[in-house]
């Protein structure tokens, strides 16, 4: 299905159910068969790792903290020397960063956070239970022994487990792999994902009427991109089968995921699958009970997987987050997350036809009494604008058989913002 040919909803909605097609979880099965996790590793230092997925379980090659220290500002002392006393001398000054040193007998030696507990220093008496004169510190409160002190290994012991395996290093974990001295780790290869359009409608820059800009491709490339891949924009395609499977040729050495838009519904431009089997690939599925995005394909092609998206633009957006994002966290090693895993209710009143599950925009506007979000649900299920998106917070899901949603009712949706998560 090409966008020229779709002014209003998907055209592929218009067609009557068929029980070949897959349920939106077949489908996902059906995808995630055709990839595998990728093995290639390679090290990186913690300045490329954001993004990436760790290749094996990262241990602490030493306890943390390294050395006792001081977990207050205040002033180290020895507690047998505070019997009968209320004030100590001061000899001295230790701050983070500084050499180990000894406390002498019968002083106090002032100390900030972090510094390195001063030999012989059973407590550090925080700054407000003393007063500072300078050459000598009162103690207003007697302190027990270990206090304030932050001991060597208290926090984690050599060889921790800090990450696991397969996972995708964010900033948080990349200031955990600094604090342990870590400066370079083993992680995976980035999926290689290929990215085309077809139709001869579709053109980049000056166009003559009866031509649109091509909206699938850069919106995937950024999606791909967004989700850790590294991307290659093939171009645009025409309403050709054999250029389609010329183009096809050989290139699957190069790529994990090859991604299309367009030509893979039941028109008679829609070549799609044709020039996959031509150039040697396989389908393994077609056609899925979902709203927008019906005509979804799953194949092979060599070594590579190669997912046939629609080509109305909102229809695009929903296949890449059912289908595609959870094939790339497979390639990456991880496990691919629900796609709503958020619940929420809705604050509309909906009547749709059943029969295929459904995804559209949605806006939170408020929160139940219950803490649920409310969602206001955006655009009239037209798979060929991308309007809705603009003002949309995530995307919600109705499944196959609802067929009346009332304000108040249960729904589940993925919000843009989920977890750091793609949108």
Same mark, same amino acid.
């Given at each position: 299905?090409?966008?020229?040919?779709?002014?209003?909803?998907?055209?592929?909605?218009?067609?009557?159910?068929?029980?070949?097609?897959?349920?939106?979880?077949?489908? *996902?099965?059906?995808? $995630?068969?055709?990839?595998?996790?990728?093995?290639? =590793?390679?090290?990186?230092?913690?300045?490329?790792?954001?993004?990436?997925?760790?290749?094996?379980?990262?241990?602490?090659?030493?306890?943390?903290?390294?050395? #006792?220290?001081?977990?207050?500002?205040?002033?180290?002392?020895?507690?047998?020397?505070?019997?009968?006393?209320?004030?100590?001398?001061?000899?001295?000054?230790?701050?983070?960063?500084?050499?180990?040193?000894? $406390?002498?007998?019968?002083?106090? *030696?002032?100390?900030?956070?972090?510094? &390195?507990?001063?030999?012989?220093?059973? +407590?550090?008496?925080?700054?407000?239970?003393?007063?500072?004169? =300078?050459?000598?510190?009162?103690?207003?409160?007697?302190?027990?022994?270990?206090?304030?002190?932050?001991?060597?290994?208290?926090?984690?012991?050599?060889?921790?487990?800090?990450? @696991?395996?397969? =996972?995708? %290093?964010?900033?948080?974990?990349?200031?955990?792999?600094?604090?342990?001295?870590?400066?370079?780790?083993?992680?995976?290869?980035?999926?290689?994902?290929?990215?085309?359009?077809?139709? #001869?409608?579709?053109?980049?820059?000056?166009? /003559?009427?009866?031509?649109?800009?091509?909206?699938?491709?850069?919106? @995937?490339?950024?999606?791909?991109?967004?989700?850790?891949?590294?991307?290659? #924009?093939?171009?645009?395609?025409? #309403?050709?089968?054999?250029?389609?499977?010329?183009?096809?040729?050989?290139?699957?050495?190069?790529?994990?995921?090859?991604?299309?838009?367009? +030509?893979?519904?039941?028109?008679?431009?829609?070549?799609?699958?044709?020039?996959?089997?031509?150039?040697?690939? =396989?389908?393994?599925?077609?056609?899925?009970?979902?709203?927008?995005?019906?005509?979804?394909?799953?194949?092979?092609?060599?070594?590579?997987?190669? /997912?046939? $998206?629609?080509?109305?633009?909102?229809?695009?957006?929903?296949?890449?987050?059912?289908?595609? *994002? &959870?094939? %790339?966290?497979?390639?990456?090693?991880?496990?691919?997350?629900?796609?709503?895993?958020?619940?929420?209710?809705?604050?509309?009143?909906? /009547?749709?036809?059943?029969?295929?599950?459904?995804?559209? &925009?949605?806006?939170?506007? +408020?929160?139940?009494?219950?803490?649920? &979000?409310? $969602?206001?649900?955006?655009?009239?299920?037209?798979?060929?604008?991308? *309007?809705?998106?603009?003002?949309?917070?995530?995307?919600?899901?109705?499944?196959?058989?609802?067929?009346?949603?009332?304000?108040?009712?249960? @729904?589940?949706?993925?919000?843009?913002?989920?977890?750091?998560?793609?949108?």
């Amino acid at each position: 299905m090409h966008m020229a040919r779709v002014t209003g909803g998907c055209g592929c909605d218009s067609l009557s159910h068929s029980a070949d097609m897959m349920s939106v979880p077949d489908a *996902l099965d059906r995808a $995630l068969a055709q990839v595998a996790p990728i093995t290639d =590793t390679r090290s990186v230092s913690l300045a490329d790792a954001l993004g990436r997925t760790t290749a094996k379980a990262v241990a602490a090659p030493e306890a943390m903290p390294f050395f #006792d220290n001081s977990a207050m500002d205040g002033f180290a002392v020895r507690v047998a020397d505070l019997e009968g006393r209320c004030c100590l001398p001061i000899a001295g000054t230790v701050a983070a960063g500084d050499a180990p040193i000894t $406390l002498p007998e019968g002083t106090a *030696l002032r100390i900030f956070t972090g510094a &390195p507990l001063p030999a012989g220093a059973d +407590a550090v008496v925080m700054i407000e239970a003393c007063v500072d004169k =300078t050459h000598k510190v009162h103690i207003e409160r007697a302190p027990a022994l270990g206090d304030n002190i932050r001991r060597a290994g208290s926090d984690q012991a050599a060889g921790q487990q800090l990450l @696991l395996a397969g =996972t995708r %290093i964010a900033a948080h974990h990349i200031g955990l792999l600094a604090a342990n001295g870590i400066e370079r780790i083993n992680v995976t290869r980035r999926p290689r994902v290929a990215v085309f359009s077809t139709g #001869d409608e579709l053109r980049s820059g000056v166009r /003559t009427l009866g031509q649109i800009p091509d909206a699938n491709r850069p919106m @995937l490339l950024a999606l791909a991109q967004q989700a850790g891949t590294e991307t290659t #924009d093939l171009g645009i395609l025409p #309403d050709d089968a054999a250029a389609t499977a010329a183009a096809l040729d050989g290139i699957c050495e190069h790529y994990d995921l090859i991604l299309s838009s367009g +030509a893979v519904s039941m028109g008679g431009k829609d070549h799609i699958r044709d020039a996959l089997t031509a150039a040697g690939g =396989t389908v393994h599925g077609w056609r899925v009970e979902l709203k927008p995005g019906k005509p979804v394909m799953f194949g092979t092609l060599g070594s590579a997987a190669f /997912t046939g $998206l629609p080509g109305n633009p909102f229809a695009v957006h929903v296949g890449f987050h059912m289908f595609v *994002l &959870p094939q %790339i966290m497979r390639l990456m090693g991880i496990e691919a997350k629900p796609f709503a895993p958020v619940p929420a209710v809705a604050g509309f009143d909906w /009547t749709r036809k059943p029969g295929r599950a459904e995804v559209f &925009p949605v806006r939170l506007v +408020a929160y139940d009494e219950q803490g649920l &979000p409310v $969602l206001q649900r955006l655009g009239q299920s037209v798979s060929a604008t991308l *309007l809705p998106l603009g003002t949309a917070d995530g995307l919600a899901i109705v499944p196959a058989g609802t067929t009346e949603i009332t304000t108040g009712a249960r @729904l589940f949706w993925r919000p843009f913002c989920h977890n750091g998560d793609v949108s």
